[in-house]
């Protein structure tokens, strides 16, 4: 493709030089006392091989230098350059006009030096104020970042984690209606879940998998929106920092199941809505006295105890309990223990 373009390039100099050439040997025939026809004739043959030979280097050549220059010249470099040409061709135009009034020749040579010069002094000063430039277009951007977010802002949204995704409850609870607030995943939420459902490990991609399958249950079936956005926090490149980052900026809560960004969060301000910690506000509560049905199914870390769980995952631990394993039996509230771990319910037959 490259030598189709010399060639016709070439092509089209050599016809434009032979016409030129010739005219200039027919106009310079009689100063000679030479024929028309043969000068013409000969002159055309001396600018077909100057239009064959120079052709490309006063056209494709240049063309080339300069567009290899223009690919690799930093984007502020190029606007400078634009920016000095336009304010400068502006101004030798407003110029022109009294220019216009000069004698002659200066009435002809003035606006074009008006306007080259003009033009190189305006390059010439933007392009010795680039670090504004930059300082300018790093503002439009960051104004425009901020103007995403004071819009996110201005609605209420729940960042999710990736933990509390792949739990899969947030989808039930979502179809409850407890949840007003819109679902916010950001995109290097869902690239951490993707690196997840493409694990070498079976279980963590089966777990990555099945947060894919939450999302799509959640924009799909959930009665509450469920966004991904683009927003994101270029100052730190950690996932959780990011979160944490980004709610900051939205003024908005961050749903986890993940104790050390709960801490971190709630260090930095971050609202935080723990999954668990509801799960262990709705369970059943129970006052000493009151009766349960429970079933034991196994033994209990002390002697003669048996165990059994309520319908809510809660531990009831039976006294005297180790000969009713398999029975469903009533039992007596004694004492009930709030644990890191859950509720538990000491009870005897």
């Known amino acids: 493709m490259q030598l189709s373009t010399d060639f016709i390039f070439r092509i089209i100099g050599a016809v434009i030089f032979t016409v030129a050439v010739s005219l200039l040997g027919i106009q310079l025939a009689p100063a000679f006392d030479g024929d028309p026809e043969t000068f013409g004739l000969i002159f055309g043959l001396i600018g077909f091989l100057f239009g064959i030979i120079l052709t490309p280097y006063i056209t494709i050549y240049p063309l080339r230098r300069i567009s290899g220059r223009l690919s690799n010249m930093a984007p502020e470099h190029l606007v400078a350059i634009i920016a000095g040409i336009f304010l400068g061709l502006m101004a030798a135009a407003l110029l022109s006009l009294p220019l216009g009034f000069l004698p002659s020749p200066f009435r002809q040579i003035m606006p074009l030096a008006t306007?080259?010069?003009?033009?190189?002094?305006?390059?010439?000063?933007?392009?010795?104020?680039?670090?504004?430039?930059?300082?300018?277009?790093?503002?439009?951007?960051?104004?425009e970042t901020n103007g995403k977010m004071q819009d996110a802002a201005n609605e209420t949204y729940i960042l999710l984690d990736t933990s509390v995704i792949i739990d899969g409850r947030i989808a039930d609870i979502s179809k409850t209606g407890f949840i007003r607030a819109t679902l916010l995943v950001p995109n290097f939420i869902l690239l951490e879940l993707q690196h997840i459902a493409d694990s070498a490990d079976p279980l963590r991609r089966g777990r990555g998998r099945l947060g894919l399958e939450v999302l799509s249950t959640l924009q799909n079936e959930a009665p509450i929106p469920t966004r991904i956005t683009d927003m994101d926090v270029s100052e730190v490149r950690d996932a959780d920092s990011k979160l944490v980052s980004l709610a900051r900026h939205l003024h908005c809560p961050i749903m986890t199941n993940d104790y050390n960004l709960n801490r971190v969060a709630e260090l930095q301000g971050v609202s935080v809505l723990n999954i668990n910690d509801l799960a262990n506000a709705v369970k059943v509560t129970c006052l000493p006295g009151e009766e349960l049905m429970v079933k034991v199914i196994q033994e209990g870390r002390e002697s003669n105890q048996g165990v059994g769980f309520l319908e809510d995952g809660t531990m009831v631990v039976v006294e005297n309990g180790i000969g009713l394993i398999d029975k469903r039996l009533s039992v007596t509230v004694t004492k009930v223990l709030q644990t890191s771990a859950g509720r538990m319910i000491f009870a005897k037959p």
């Open 115 to 143: 306007a080259v010069i003009f033009c190189y002094l305006s390059v010439v000063i933007l392009m010795s104020r680039q670090k504004d430039l930059r300082s300018l277009f790093r503002g439009f951007r960051n104004s």
